[in-house]
């Protein structure tokens, strides 16, 4: 499925060659992380059923990251379209999934009055095993980001403002539809990662490349995130990130990596929707 800001280069949209994903399974990666389960219900009468499971997914992630990291856990509503998906997406911030099962899907009919038409209810108990964001030893250093738009019509371009506190390397990830992770930093020409110093704002993509937003096939919207990551530069980090054939790594994949990196490692999450004209 094609989602989100293909790149482009004046015109033509370019296709990356990627390597393999690694062969070790991330469950082995999962021994410190806390277990929970977070339980997600979704509405179809506004959405289609391929966006209310995939918002569902969503719902019950956040929960399940609330509960593992000790936070104040949302009350469990039942979501009829795309205005709260940034919370969810915005959740991810505060713990590390390293890897999450589906328990059960359960599907049910809502009908308010009998002469109502019965309203399709998707629901979905979810169990993650989630790390909490390691202490820095700088607390002082963080990374913020601001997209030039919140909701994109199809064929927009996106653009990123992004500051440290530090003199830091920032590598810059898409959260797609479907929740996978595709890292921008595969071609030189992506201008990855940015250097900065602290307090410099600096500018994604480059000049001469366009990130233009475009709908999956049979999607009349989407919401997806950038995922902004900093290192300090003095470390030298390189990511242990290995992609797919499509581009893409699964979430607790991409946080297995982040979380394998010793030395401070800070993020931000940017959410932003597609939606058709």
Same mark, same amino acid.
């Given at each position: 499925?094609?989602?989100?800001?293909?790149?482009?280069?004046?015109?033509?949209?370019?296709?990356?060659?990627?390597?393999?994903?690694?062969?070790?399974?991330?469950?082995?990666?999962?021994?410190?992380?806390?277990?929970?389960?977070?339980?997600?219900?979704?509405?179809?009468?506004?959405?289609?059923?391929?966006?209310?499971?995939?918002?569902?997914?969503?719902?019950?992630?956040?929960?399940?990251?609330?509960?593992?990291?000790?936070?104040?856990?949302?009350?469990?509503?039942?979501?009829?379209?795309?205005?709260?998906?940034?919370?969810?997406?915005?959740?991810?911030?505060?713990?590390?999934?390293?890897?999450?099962?589906?328990?059960?899907?359960?599907?049910?009919?809502?009908?308010?009055?009998?002469?109502?038409?019965? %309203?399709? +209810? =998707?629901?979905? /108990?979810?169990?993650?095993? *989630?790390? #909490?964001?390691? $202490?820095?030893?700088?607390? &002082?250093?963080?990374?913020?980001?601001?997209?030039?738009?919140?909701?994109?019509?199809?064929?927009?371009?996106?653009?990123?403002?992004?500051?440290?506190?530090?003199?830091?390397? %920032?590598? +810059? =990830?898409?959260? /797609?539809?479907?929740?996978? *992770?595709? #890292?921008?930093? $595969?071609?030189?020409?992506? &201008?990855?990662?940015?250097?900065?110093?602290?307090?410099?704002?600096?500018?994604?993509?480059?000049?001469?490349?366009?990130?233009?937003?475009?709908?999956?096939?049979?999607?009349?919207?989407?919401?997806?995130?950038?995922?902004?990551?900093?290192?300090?530069?003095?470390?030298?980090?390189?990511?242990?990130?290995?992609?797919?054939?499509?581009?893409?790594?699964?979430?607790?994949?991409?946080?297995?990596?982040?979380?394998?990196?010793?030395?401070?490692?800070?993020?931000?999450?940017?959410?932003?929707?597609?939606?058709?004209?």
């Amino acid at each position: 499925m094609v989602n989100g800001p293909q790149i482009c280069l004046g015109i033509p949209v370019l296709m990356l060659a990627l390597g393999l994903l690694p062969s070790q399974p991330i469950m082995a990666a999962a021994a410190n992380c806390t277990w929970a389960e977070g339980t997600g219900s979704v509405a179809g009468d506004v959405l289609t059923p391929q966006e209310a499971r995939q918002l569902a997914l969503r719902q019950a992630r956040a929960q399940a990251i609330e509960k593992a990291v000790g936070v104040e856990v949302r009350a469990e509503t039942l979501v009829r379209d795309f205005a709260v998906a940034s919370d969810f997406i915005k959740t991810l911030t505060k713990g590390y999934v390293r890897s999450e099962q589906v328990v059960r899907w359960e599907q049910d009919r809502y009908q308010p009055r009998g002469t109502d038409t019965p %309203i399709p +209810i =998707y629901r979905v /108990t979810v169990k993650a095993c *989630v790390l #909490p964001i390691t $202490t820095l030893r700088d607390p &002082g250093f963080f990374v913020t980001a601001a997209v030039n738009k919140v909701v994109f019509a199809p064929g927009e371009k996106a653009n990123l403002e992004v500051r440290s506190t530090r003199p830091a390397e %920032i590598t +810059i =990830y898409n959260l /797609t539809a479907d929740d996978q *992770v595709r #890292p921008y930093d $595969t071609a030189p020409w992506m &201008g990855l990662p940015l250097k900065l110093n602290a307090a410099e704002t600096g500018t994604f993509p480059p000049t001469g490349v366009a990130l233009e937003m475009e709908l999956p096939s049979g999607h009349a919207r989407t919401s997806e995130a950038f995922i902004v990551v900093a290192t300090k530069r003095e470390d030298q980090v390189v990511m242990p990130l290995h992609v797919g054939r499509q581009g893409t790594v699964t979430l607790p994949e991409f946080y297995a990596a982040l979380a394998s990196v010793e030395t401070d490692i800070v993020e931000t999450i940017v959410p932003y929707s597609i939606v058709g004209r």
